[in-house]
């Protein structure tokens, strides 16, 4: 019933910039919260930014602050992440979610996307 997509993976050089989308069908909850997470080969799932239903609360991991900036459409059930500033340990396979508030654990969120791969190259 429910799906996510993402889409804007890609490979480039450090210090560029990306924009992932991702859009929800299925309509999960009335009102719900978004996130987004990352996992790099041998390494457990991390949380990289949230955001409420209204957008007007968001939050981001230590390691993305002033980088990254998460957003969303909700006429278009989407929701963005704008990457800057890239660097190499930020390559990882990117996860979109949906869940009932824009916690910072995997554990809070009921749904997920497939994933869309990010490579920054040095």
């Known amino acids: 019933q429910v799906q996510l997509v993402e889409s804007g993976g890609g490979l480039l050089q450090a210090g560029g910039s990306l924009r992932l989308s991702c859009t929800a069908s299925?309509?999960?909850?009335?009102?719900?919260?978004m996130g987004w997470f990352r996992q790099a080969p041998g390494k457990e799932r991390e949380f990289v930014a949230a955001?409420?239903?209204?957008?007007?609360?968001?939050y981001y991991a230590d390691s993305v602050k002033g980088r990254f900036t998460i957003s969303r459409d909700n006429a278009k059930n989407t929701v963005y992440l704008q990457m800057n500033s890239l660097k190499p340990e930020d390559t990882a396979v990117y996860y979109c979610?949906?869940?009932?508030?824009?916690?910072?654990?995997?554990?809070?969120?009921?749904?997920w996307g497939q994933g869309t791969q990010v490579t920054v190259s040095s």
């Open positions: 299925g309509r999960p909850f009335q009102n719900y919260a």
């Open positions: 955001i409420s239903w209204s957008g007007r609360s968001t």
């Open positions: 979610a949906v869940g009932r508030a824009p916690r910072t654990v995997v554990s809070s969120y009921d749904y």
